[in-house]
């Protein structure tokens, strides 16, 4: 679960739409990232077993999705401070 959602509704609405974007899945950012959390997962995978594995994958997937979230709001908020300078 997004612990975001409750608080910025908006803004996880503008992140919403931006993560399900091609402008975002065909990032080379996005890319490499996705790359990169599919073969830490294999490492992971290689360490328990299946059933353990699939009791522990909804949880890894919320904690990459609540930071990735994180990112985006206090990229934003970075941006609006840059945006008031310049304004």
Do not use: W
Not at 41 to 62: N, Q, S
Not at 64 to 78: P, R, T
Request: glycine share 4%.
């Amino acid at each position: 679960m997004n612990i975001f959602k409750k608080r910025y509704q908006n803004v996880n609405a503008i992140y919403d739409n931006y993560i399900n974007s091609d402008e975002y899945q065909k990032h080379p950012v996005v890319i490499n990232s996705d790359k990169f959390l599919g073969e830490e997962v294999e490492k992971i995978k290689a360490h328990i077993t299946p059933e353990k594995f699939f009791d522990i994958e909804d949880m890894l997937i919320g904690i990459a999705s609540n930071y990735e979230c994180a990112g985006f709001i206090l990229g934003l908020k970075y941006a609006l401070k840059l945006y008031k300078e310049i304004s």
